[in-house]
């Protein structure tokens, strides 16, 4: 099973550096490391080791989605 997690990574790696070599964008946007879904976690980590790599210079945003921040039940923007 290690060996699958390895190789499923190191794919995924590949496959963001093709696309980035393949679209050669200024800008990437990407999810920060500190989020909370595991799998946007591990894309944020991944993206950051790309962009580390990377011989161009590419910027890259980390973005970071607080999610109820307002508290359950609350409507935001309507008055009844």
């Known amino acids: 099973m290690g060996n699958l997690i390895k190789w499923i990574r190191l794919r995924s790696i590949a496959l963001c550096q093709l ?8 800008i990437v946007v990407y999810p ?5 879904n595991p799998d946007h976690s591990a894309i944020g980590k991944m993206m950051e080791k790309i962009l580390k790599a990377d011989p161009n210079e590419i ?3 980390a973005y970071l989605c607080i999610i109820n921040s307002f508290g359950r039940g609350q409507s935001i923007g309507s008055e009844t």
């Not at 920060?32 to 909370?36: E, L, M, P």
């Open 19 to 26: 696309q980035i070599a393949q679209y050669n964008p200024d």
């Open 59 to 61: 910027t890259g945003y």
């Open 32 to 36: 920060d490391i500190r989020d909370d």
